[in-house]
């Protein structure tokens, strides 16, 4: 039995509108903060990942986005709803708790895409946006 390949189920999960964050309390009282922003632009779901290496669609203009609810998925997920409409994304235990774990590389990396294609945080997305091809 590998324990150390499951990720653990969080014991509750808080949407705090105030200060935008999930907060994820896992058990021996571990405690991580997700923004929404955060949450929203490294969505799992096909519309942000794309359907295989490439086709990922940098998500901007989402620093003021809300959660405006949360569904359980079977015992294994959550799938949000976010107040741009977005809710395709199914967030894993295991995701959630490698977006916690790796919050801050996966932050920067964010911001590194943001600064490689010239555009920042509050950059509106444009709708049905394709691939930017540098130019």
């Known amino acids: 039995m590998t324990t150390s390949t499951k990720a653990p189920i969080p014991e509750n999960i808080a949407v705090h509108q105030q200060s935008k964050v999930l907060e994820l309390v896992y058990p021996g009282a571990q405690?991580?903060?997700l923004s929404f922003e955060f949450l929203r632009v490294w969505s799992p779901s096909a519309e942000v990942r794309g359907h295989g290496p490439g086709q990922e669609t940098l998500q901007t203009g989402k620093r003021d986005v809300m959660i405006t609810g949360?569904?359980?998925?079977?015992?294994y997920a959550i799938k949000?709803?976010?107040s741009d409409g977005?809710?395709?994304g199914i967030?894993?235990?295991e995701y959630?708790?490698?977006?916690?774990?790796h919050y801050d590389e996966m932050w920067q990396d964010y911001l590194?895409?943001?600064?490689a294609a010239g555009v920042d945080r509050d950059t509106p997305m444009v709708k049905n946006a394709g691939h930017s091809c540098g130019h």
């Not at 590194?112 to 600064?115: A, K, Q, V």
């Open 31 to 33: 405690t991580y903060q």
């Open 70 to 75: 949360v569904e359980p998925v079977g015992h």
């Open 80 to 82: 949000p709803t976010f």
């Open 86 to 88: 977005h809710d395709s």
């Open 91 to 93: 967030y894993s235990w």
């Open 96 to 101: 959630l708790y490698e977006m916690c774990l």
């Open 112 to 115: 590194d895409r943001l600064s």
